[in-house]
């Protein structure tokens, strides 16, 4: 089984964020990178899949030279080949532009099933698992906890609203992980020496054929409203904190 | 020229959710400044019916597909609907929900359309002419103004965060074919396994009761429940809570969960790490009780009780009952 991963750089969880004076865009600078946590429950499904049925997992991303290390990581995990697509042609690309490099290079290899995260958490979009599909001409199972493989057959299990649904599809498919899906693995040691041995391709606009047209532009950064702390409610016991609690709640929040 | 702002109503089982109100709403406010005409999407199987309750909120026209392959929801049967009658009517503004549902079609509807989305929007309005969208990105650590340069300029809608208007209008209802080709339809869902417990889901919650690390334990949400009954609420918990496995995953708040904005917060047992301020900095009103005075959530609150939330919860509950009760 030919199974490819879409991974993402973005700035670790922990990282604050800064909006650049102008606006133009956030600074980048003391951030530490990592790859998109739910990216990483994406490669972990892929490794498990070829795992089972053999095969191979090629890891694509997209981003300038520092993603080179986020790739190096997916390889570490077990992944087989790289290609890294940098051009600075994609910076501040959109989902639709950075689909439709996804799309250019991943039309050229054998693909079973397509992971991507459900979103990244830096631009939180969550469109370009759904794009890809698109743009490839196939069917999409998104933000799904529970992958299970059969033949030519898949069946997902999303959790919606108040429910949950067990879906069926096709393949070849672009499936997007959502948290509960795996617990993603550590690299390996051993893991690591071989990845620097393991392919990895880079590829510009140029060679993938793409032309860049962004079609949603973040015009402005701006820094979220600032949220000031309130009122510690003072008291003696918790009795009489929690009573005043309520009745702020009730006449000066009137929330409840 | 592209003309209307245009809506994707959701149903589920026969019955409008409120997200759909919450879009016929923006869009009218959007729709009136532009002098434009707003319309609605609706598709299903038996729905012809609901279709009238739009036009309550300012949708002056209903496009409905009823069809037996509309229902249950699938990506590909409602993406090429909606496709197609968007591309025969040429809309400038598509707004739709940022439900779950909402997030699978609409990127879908991305590609489809070749056009630029903005996701999961706090805020869309129209400046001097032109339609700008404001959203979190990074779990709401920072904003974005987004601007679209193709058609239809797309924007799904964070649920629970717009308010619902009243605006009668005289609507019509227009029916057209989807246009499925049964071959065409990849995917299909097998089983669709209910909640029964009846509560709200955190993303459309009103009122959510969240504990952290603090809890100690899975036993200690039971306290939560307690007040979370008494106010209408839905329990969510920290990062820290779901990895200790005191409660699911649908639970979690934060960056790598779910980004909330109820109309109050009341986090207990929780520090407030950074990834977990990002997931709840848009809720109305937060109260932290946390016993740690240090704690950083205690910077975000607009109420906070510092004290063993063991003794304050419980009090909370019975003083919130008689304040209902009254």
Redesign the interface.
Known sequence: MNIVACVKQV?D?????K?KPDGSG?DESGIKWVMN??DEYGLEEALRLKEKFGGEVTVVSLGPARVMETIRTALAMGADKGIHICDPAFDGA???TT?TALAAAIAGIPHDIIFCGQRA???????????????LG??????V?KVDVDGMSI?VI?????????????LP?VVTAQ??LNEPRYASLPGIMKAKKKPLDTKDAAALGVTVD???????????PA?A?????GGDD??T???E??????EE?K?? | MAKGVWIVAEQRDGTMRKISFELASTARKLADQLGEEVCAILLGSGIEGIAGELSKYGVDKVYVADNAALEPYTTDAHATAIAKVVKENDPSILLLGASIQGKDLSSRLVGKLATGMATDCTDVKIVDGKFVAIRPMYAGKCYGEVVISSTPQMASLRPNVFPIVENPKAGTVVKFDPGLDPAQLKTKVLEVQKDTSGKVDLTEANFIVSGGRGMKGPEGYQILEGLADVIGATVGASRAAVDAGWRPLSDQVGQTGKVVSPNLYIACGISGAIQHLAGMSSSKYIVAINKDPGAPIFTKADYGVVDDLFKVVPELTEACKKLLAE
Do not use: H, M, N, W
Not at chain 1, 160 to 165: D, R, Y
């Open positions: 700035p969880t922990e990282a604050q964020i909006v956030i946590p739910y959109d989902a639709y689909a958490i830096d631009d939180d979009s969550g469109q370009v698992g759904s794009v890809l599909a698109e743009l196939i069917p999409q199972l998104t933000i906890t069946k999303r959790p919606i609203e108040g429910a949950q649904l067990l879906i069926e599809g096709t498919c948290k509960g962004v079609k949603a532009k973040v015009a402005r950064f701006i820094p979220p949220r702390a309130g009122k510690i409610i918790p009795t904190k929690a009573a609690l309520a009745r702020l709640l009730r929040a929330v409840i």
